[in-house]
């Protein structure tokens, strides 16, 4: 959470850059923003609550002038959204801007500590202890760098750092512990950036730093240092080609639109990951005694049906878990003969790195599947997968998911494939059937868009939603009750259709929208049974099922009609209607769905 981006240009004002960059990274938080730049030996700065395009407006952030400068997007951890709280945040003499990624652990004595000595904070945030101790090292008679290095020193918890400074204005620092952290060189200048899409826009020459280090830059050079033992670390840039076509909306309302319409191109890349990788991922899979797959959010419910997957397909079986969770359920049995597949977009979810850290310490084998090239997933995996679906700006997961899932059913073909579970008969017409996938979604993204943009108007004013799924489809049910909730703000539940009547069932009344997932599999008879029920009991039955199975069409009060697919592969095209309905019920409501309240897309605190 929090984005922060640092430039300095050999000849040009940075301000219009820092901010082009900035909005690239307003999904890791947006409750507010700010900007220091330097320009004369005056430290300037502008901040406040509210959006980046907003402030900008307002404040001016582009017109700073400076050749040097950092900035900041939020997502309160300490102190309330507000301009106080908001980064950069300064020393007593103004002299040091310094913005945050992150929690400082040990902020609470530090500051103690510094107001002991004088210190007057302005914020209630962990990160204005930040300049203050490094101004208490200068008045300590440190040469700037040594302060800053003897500050960074001091700090415990997780944090990436931009800093800039009058004491030296032709230099910015970064500094690099749990939370992201990159560096940028180009002809023009040096970045730092919490991610390589940001950068995008200027460079394609990135270093991407190690917990535990820190960078000095200058338009000369920079050179990078371990913090431990204050040696010098020999790093050199690659190029990662990142394309920024798909950081723009292209004409849609909003990123959340235009990514759930993208998912027929994004999944063909997805479904042709590279075999070899699969087969290395399935080969230490099939070693291994017993195997997890873990993630948050969206990137859970992947992993849940990522186990069903393996289950049915490869005869594999992967416990799925709640990252977050996953120490306190499963740590005592993680052992060298274990293997935890981690699954996270971003690479960067703070849950999903600590239940890596804690499995890798026990020997187990760590495998990934993740959105973003170069995360820290990337880096502590044995194996990883780059899914392809090109960055996702909207907050809620929805071209990420279904790519997760089709490299998810192609590891499973391969690891099928590997343990003697599918003939190369069997497999080849399984390559044959995923390939259709991708067109079966356009046809629903064409067929259905205008129907569900009509449920959307007329069930948007329900007080809740009631999801129900079974077997494949019931993560199916689960990722559309999340993407409801959090971008409509509507309570939602989902089930297993047959779970819901110990329970659920209780607060249906007349009215009440149910969605069935209903594909025309092993599970429909039994879904059938749980909609009559349902509709028993008075609720408006929503369903998701075959255009042409009449029976449901006619049990059903709304029926959003689906093409004929592979059952298998069922999951990926009936999330779509999903995906749409909640988009169209929060835009009724007059919701952001690109950036819901209280949400961000990168969750790095724990
Ligand atoms: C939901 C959503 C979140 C993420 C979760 C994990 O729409 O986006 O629930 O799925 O925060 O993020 P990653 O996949 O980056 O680990």
Avoid at 246 to 270: C, R, T, W
């Amino acid at each position: 959470m929090c984005g922060i981006i640092g430039i300095l240009y050999k000849g040009r004002h940075v301000a219009k850059d820092l901010v082009r960059g900035l909005k690239l990274l307003e999904y890791r938080g947006y409750d507010s923003a700010g900007v220091a730049t330097i320009n004369r030996d005056e430290l300037l700065i502008e901040k406040d609550k509210g959006r980046i395009d907003v402030l900008n407006s307002k404040l001016g952030f582009e017109d700073m002038p400076g050749r040097i400068g950092v900035a900041h997007t939020r997502w309160a951890t300490h102190g309330a959204p507000d301009k106080i709280n908001a980064h950069p945040h300064t020393d007593c003499d103004g002299k040091i801007a310094v913005v945050h990624n992150g929690i400082i652990d040990n902020f609470n004595e530090i500051k103690d500590e510094l107001i002991r000595k004088g210190h007057i904070f302005k914020s209630l945030t962990d990160t204005e202890v930040i300049p203050h101790l490094i101004e208490e090292y200068i008045k300590n008679g440190y040469s700037y760098r040594d302060a800053v290095i003897e500050a960074v020193s001091r700090l415990e918890g997780a944090y990436a750092l931009g800093i800039i400074s009058l004491y030296d204005p032709n230099l910015m620092i970064g500094v690099k512990q749990l939370s992201p952290l990159v560096v940028g060189l180009s002809e023009d200048g040096v970045f730092i950036a919490s991610d390589i899409n940001s950068l995008s826009p200027f460079t394609k020459n990135v270093i991407v730093l190690d917990d535990g280090e820190m960078v000095f830059l200058r338009t000369d050079g920079y050179e990078i240092m371990r913090i431990s033992n204050r040696q010098r670390v020999d790093k050199k840039p690659l190029t990662i080609e990142i394309g920024t076509q798909f950081a723009d909306k292209e004409g849609y309302v909003h990123y959340m639109l235009k990514e759930i319409f993208e998912q027929p191109v994004v999944l063909n890349y997805s479904i042709r990951v590279q075999e070899h990788y699969l087969n290395l991922m399935a080969e230490l899979l099939d070693r291994s005694k017993e195997i997890f797959i873990i993630g948050a959010g969206t990137s859970y419910h992947a992993a849940l049906l990522g186990s069903m997957i393996l289950s049915r397909i490869a005869r594999l079986t992967a416990i799925p878990v709640i990252a977050s969770e996953f120490v306190s359920q499963y740590g005592d049995v993680v052992n060298v003969e274990s293997s935890v597949l981690a699954i996270s977009q971003s690479g960067e979810t703070i849950d999903v790195l600590k239940a890596i850290e804690f499995a890798k310490s026990r020997a187990a084998t760590i495998l990934g599947i993740t959105n973003t090239l170069a995360s820290t997933l990337t880096r502590v995996c044995r194996v990883y997968i780059h899914q392809q679906s090109l960055p996702e700006i909207g907050v809620a997961a929805t071209k990420t998911f279904t790519g997760q899932l089709a490299v998810l059913y192609r590891l499973a073909m391969v690891a099928g494939k590997r343990r003697g579970k599918l003939s190369q008969r069997e497999m080849d017409e399984m390559k044959v059937e995923i390939a259709k996938i991708p067109g079966v979604v356009e046809a629903v993204l064409r067929n259905v868009d205008p129907i569900v943009k009509k449920l959307a108007k007329k069930y948007s004013k329900t007080k809740y939603f009631i999801f129900l799924g079974r077997g494949l489809n019931y993560p199916i049910a689960l990722e559309g009750r999340l993407k409801m909730l959090e971008i409509t703000y509507i309570p939602s539940l989902a089930y297993p259709a047959g779970e819901s009547k110990h329970g659920p069932i209780s607060l249906v009344e007349e009215g009440v929208p149910v969605i069935f997932v209903a594909p025309p599999d092993e599970t429909r008879r039994f879904i059938i049974g749980n909609m009559e029920e349902m509709k028993a009991r008075g609720a408006k039955l929503i369903t998701i099922g075959y255009s042409d199975d009449s029976e449901l069409k006619e049990l059903s009060d709304e029926y959003i009609p689906m093409p004929m697919v592979n059952t298998l592969f069922s999951p990926i095209p009936y999330v779509i209607p999903l995906q749409l309905f909640a988009y169209y019920t929060a835009t009724v409501l007059g919701r952001d769905p690109d950036k819901p309240r209280n949400l961000a897309k990168s969750v790095t605190v724990l």
